[in-house]
C-alpha cells in the first residue's frame, strides 16, 4: 500500500463555515514587534520635537525680555540727550534783560555761550537756576525772541578735540542702569553698558566735530563669560542737530 505524504491544510474555518487561509486570520509575531518598534520611534521622534519646541520658545522669550531691558537704558538716556544743553523759551524775551525763563536747564553750566532763538548774539552763560529753571548770562539781551524759541548751547557745536565735544559732556552726565541684575526664566542676568572694542565705558566716536557717543550692550548670564544678547548703538544729543 502506498501513503501519499501528509500535506497540511493552512487554513481554517470562520465562525459562518467559509474556510480562511491562516496567512490572512491575523498578524504574525515578526509584524507585531516591528509594528511597535516603528510606533515607538514616532513617539520618540514627535517628544523629542516637543521638547524642542518647548526650548525655543523659552529662549525666545529670554531673548525678547533681555532685549526689552536693553531698550529700557537706551530709552533713559536718549531722554536725557533729547533735553541736554538744549531747551525752550516759557515766555518771550525782553529788551535789556540778562534772564531768560525756560522749560529746563538739562546740562547748561557757566561758561556756555546761548543761541536764544534766532538771534546771533553770543550770550555767555553766568549763572543756572532750576528752580525756577532760569539762565542768567551776559550780555543784556538784544533782539527780542517769541515763546517756545529754542536756546541751546552752541560752545560745543565746532570742536576739535573730543573732550569739548556734546558725546563728551553727556559722557560725563550718563544715568545709572535701570537695573544692573535681573532674574529672567529663572536665571540672574547681568546687564552690562560699554563701548565698542571692549571699552568699559561708551566711547565718543573719533569724528569731528565729537557729537556721537556710541554703546555697547551686553546681557550675560550668572557664572558665564558668554553674552545672550548684544546691541550696539549710538546717542546723538539734541543740541548738536540744532547748532547753527
Known sequence: MIVSPLKLNRSFLSPLGRRIPLASAGFSLVEVIVGMLIAMLFVASSMQLMVYAMLLQ???????????????????????????????????????????????????????????????????????????????????????????????????????????????????????LVASTRTIGGQTYTLIRGGPGGSAIPVVANTPPYHILQFNYQVVPQGSTTAVAVLDTEVIPDAALKCP
Open 58 to 176: 523659552t529662549q525666545g522669550r529670554e531673548m525678547s525680555t533681555t532685549k526689552s531691558w536693553i531698550q529700557e537704558d537706551i530709552e533713559q538716556i536718549r531722554s536725557l540727550a533729547a533735553g541736554y544743553k538744549s531747551t525752550q523759551l516759557t515766555a518771550p524775551t525782553t529788551l535789556g534783560a540778562t534772564t531768560i525763563n525756560v522749560e529746563w536747564v538739562d546740562g547748561f553750566a557757566s561758561g556756555d555761550t546761548l543761541r536764544i532763538g534766532s538771534d546771533p548774539t553770543p550770550y555767555s552763560v553766568t549763572a543756572v537756576s532750576t528752580t525756577p529753571a532760569q539762565l542768567t548770562f551776559n550780555p543784556a539781551i538784544a533782539s527780542v525772541q517769541a515763546s517756545g524759541g529754542n536756546v541751546i548751547a552752541i560752545n560745543m557745536c565746532n570742536a576739535t578735540t573730543p573732550a569739548f565735544g556734546f558725546a563728551q559732556a553727556l559722557r560725563t552726565e550718563l544715568p545709572s
